[in-house]
């Protein structure tokens, strides 16, 4: 086919588009996952029966504000990485922000406490349990993004691939924080951290090998 | 009918995404111009690939015409989708290339080099060409630009023929990375 001619017929079709396609699909995505993720948490791990007692207790806010901050900035992420030519911008900050406030909480607890207890807030009690529960409950999320972006038009898939990564994982641990019986800042920072960089790794692994679009 | 800037084509596309189809076929038009110049400039000596590249570079950019977003240059947007569709051919090719002949046929060449902008962007690609290693080089000048087979090209650089094929294909890979690099 000639040139004019596919440009004619491209023309001739209906040509308005929703422009708001990228956040709607990648919204889908996020929700639905993230609503296999509760199901699969809460009917697995279970709640913690003293949820009503923690709601009150600002330990679990930052618990839970880290995580749900991370996701909310990587949805902004790559709804940015799903269009081709666009930057992160002002995303970029969104998603150092949430790791920095964390650690320097973190380490604010980590000098209040003796030397004897230090160990003890960073290791917590349920460590592995913490990192494969966000990794596997990343899974949905992750998918679901995947799919979606297939759709979409990342021209840089790695990052793409990486976000969808830390979409995944940052809705795992938001979902995992009402389980999880630990409350010291140093504990979430490490544990909670690793768990959400294992999405991360594979999504960038798996990016420019799946994220292909025509 | 004069090129337009990026207002001018900006103007144009968010017309088109309203629903307006004259405007699209306009803008349409004026993006096949550029995206028949990028290519041209970068796989020069594959005449016939940038037209193809053309084609399915402006499929993608219809297929993918919700992901502009307004506040973003269209030219950025557009040469992003241009030069994602040119890697991905560049890969595929470098992927194919020690299993496929050549099969450039030489009325299409010679249709096209008859065009003065065609003849500078093949020039700009020998000058890439020319920056690789010999065993890259050579295979490549011969099988790709001069359509010599794989034997012949083994007979007349003395390589072996598995060393051309090989030539070829990591040739056409490491082209594609300095393609990548200048743009």
Request: proline residues 5%.
């Amino acid at each position: 086919m000639r040139t004019e001619e596919l440009v004619a017929m491209l023309a001739r079709g209906p040509v308005a588009a929703d422009i708001h396609t990228t956040e709607r699909c990648l919204g889908m995505a996020a929700a639905a996952g993230a609503g296999v993720a509760a199901l699969s948490a809460f009917a697995i791990l279970g709640v913690r029966p003293d949820l009503a007692w923690m709601l009150q207790h600002p330990a679990f806010w930052i618990k839970l504000a880290f995580p749900a901050t991370l996701a909310l900035a990587a949805f902004a992420a790559s709804c940015r990485m799903a269009r081709p030519g666009a930057r992160l911008g002002v995303t970029r900050v969104a998603l150092v922000g949430p790791i920095v406030v964390v650690l320097v909480v973190a380490w604010l607890a980590l000098l209040s406490a003796s030397p004897g207890e230090r160990i003890a807030l960073v290791a917590g009690h349920t460590a592995l349990e913490c990192v494969v529960s966000v990794g596997l409950l990343a899974l949905p999320v992750f998918a679901a993004a995947f799919v979606a972006l297939r759709r979409l038009a990342p021209t840089r898939p790695r990052a793409a691939g990486a976000l969808a990564g830390l979409l995944g994982g940052g809705i795992a641990a938001t979902v995992y924080a009402f389980h999880c019986d630990e409350m010291q800042a140093p504990f979430v920072a490490v544990w909670y951290s690793l768990g959400m960089s294992i999405p991360v790794l594979i999504g960038a692994t798996l990016g420019p090998r799946l994220l292909r679009w025509a | 009918m004069s090129t337009p800037d990026e207002v001018g084509l900006r103007a144009l596309l968010l017309l088109a995404l309203a629903g307006d189809n004259a405007a699209y076929a306009a803008f349409l038009g004026h993006v096949g111009g550029r995206l028949r110049s990028y290519y041209r400039r970068r796989v020069a000596a594959f005449p016939d690939d940038a037209e193809d590249l053309v084609q399915e570079a402006m499929l993608a950019i219809h297929n993918q015409r919700h992901s502009y977003r307004s506040e973003q240059p269209v030219t950025a947007w557009l040469y992003a989708i241009a030069r994602y569709k040119l890697i991905d051919a560049l890969r595929a090719r470098s992927a194919h290339a020690a299993v496929i002949e050549p099969l450039d046929d030489d009325e299409g060449a010679g249709m096209a080099s008859s065009e003065p902008e065609v003849d500078e962007a093949r020039r700009d690609l020998l000058a890439l060409v020319e920056t690789l290693a010999d065993r890259f080089r050579l295979p490549i000048v011969h099988v790709k630009i001069e359509g010599l087979s794989v034997a012949e090209t083994a007979r007349l650089t003395g390589m072996s023929e598995s060393a051309v094929k090989v030539g070829i294909h990591r040739g056409l890979k490491e082209l594609a990375k300095r393609a990548r690099g200048s743009s």
